[in-house]
DNA sequence: CTCGGTGCAAAGCTTTTGCATCCGC
DNA sequence: GCGGATGCAAAAGCTTTGCACCGAG
């Protein structure tokens, strides 16, 4: 496992912004809670509670169900990352640090999350905000479609037969 | 309960597409299903599944739950009905007949779900689905926020305090 | 008559909760 | 040392499944 210099800077970086989002909260500084931070920093990968629980479980870092889904709550809550729901069940987590706002496109096919920018989100948003006298805190905007074929019919993204749908 | 003219004309009409997609797709037109659609089409309401279940056992009507979740299914593949996740958990659902293009804004304050339309969103889609190589099948655009307050400082939809959040 | 649909209850899966223990402050 | 956080397991909530029976075609 080599460490990538840019990656461990940012994991510093958003170490230091749950560190200050703790103590303004008045929250304990466990080491579980750096652990999940770190672990959801090593790679820029969506992921549900589960696979992020197997994956600090095979680095032998003994870690709870019930902190994981603790920690997540206070990560989404200082904004250090992002939950979704793609499908119908289990929420979907990813990095919020240093990404720029963006939206998805799911493919219905092979469920793969592919991600987009488009600014007239955030016009629409402020649209609709001032018109229905909200303040807009957060928006999600979901496609849903079918990706286009290959030569042999097979599904660009992973390569299996569009057939079989 | 008296019936409206208009709400009968379209429950007709929704039957009618109903039993067409039964019959394209050899399934049986069953009571329960035809039940749990006319249901659903009494109201304008969105709701989730158990607020049916309960809607129709308080009528009288015997369904089981695992009826209302098959027959669901099978209404929301043939667009009759679309399935939404508003919150974390339950999916909600509402008409999908004789509504335009719509989108969602939740207040976080009562959770009430208003509709808007944008042809922004439209236009989005359009671009991105080329852009991405996908024929964009459904989207979803969420915009979650604050209402604003009343001279008492009270939800401006739900009248209880905005201060307890 | 056949076979898919239904009702009921049990199981499944994700998430939450209760409680004893642990450890950050 | 106090009180919040953790681990574990049990419970809760939504959805799916298994099975015997029913009824649409």
Redesign the pocket.
Known sequence: MKKDPKVEQTKKEVRALFTQY?ENHK???????YAILDEIYSSKTHF???ELFLKMKSRSY??????V???L?LLVESELVKRHQFG????HYEQAFGYKQHDHMICTHCKKVFEFCDPRVQQISNTMGSLLKFEVLSHSLHLYGSPSADENGHCLNCSISLQKL
């Open positions: 703790l929250q304990r500084k466990t080491p579980e809670r549900d509670v589960d003994r870690v709870s169900r019930a902190t889904y603790n920690t709550d119908q069940n289990t929420s």
